[in-house]
């Protein structure tokens, strides 16, 4: 069974720092790149960051540019998104989806939300 499954979203002060986690089980996760999406509420979903299933490459939205650091560790089939110095503005619901050659597959969401 496929799943990826996301962790550690939660509430954040603005200026913090929270790190997300994308544990992938059922398929090769090394095969697969990596891309963290978001979701606002009233807002479509946005590209927030990719790496390539070597964890290279990281390409992220100009929105969080210098702010967030994608990695991951094919070891343990783990994807991360580090996020620092948070603002209102980062208040989603975050998804992980592994994109492969054939077909994609997508994590239930984290929601953070960030409160002064």
């Known amino acids: 069974q496929v799943q990826l499954v996301e962790s550690g979203g939660g509430l954040a002060q603005p200026g913090g720092s929270l790190t997300l986690s994308c544990q992938a089980s059922?398929?090769?996760?090394?095969?697969?790149?990596i891309n963290w999406f978001r979701q606002a509420p009233g807002k479509e979903r946005e590209l927030v960051a990719f790496?390539?299933?070597?964890?290279?490459?990281?390409k992220y939205a100009a929105s969080v540019e210098g702010r967030f650091t994608i990695s991951r560790d094919n070891a343990k089939n783990t994807a991360f998104l580090q996020m620092n110095n948070w603002n209102l503005e980062d208040t989603a619901m975050y998804y992980c989806?592994?994109?492969?050659?054939?077909?994609?597959?997508w994590g239930q969401g984290t929601q953070v939300t960030v409160s002064s």
């Open positions: 790496t390539d299933r070597f964890g290279r490459s990281p």
């Open positions: 989806n592994a994109q492969g050659p054939w077909n994609s597959y």
């Open positions: 059922g398929f090769i996760f090394n095969l697969y790149a």
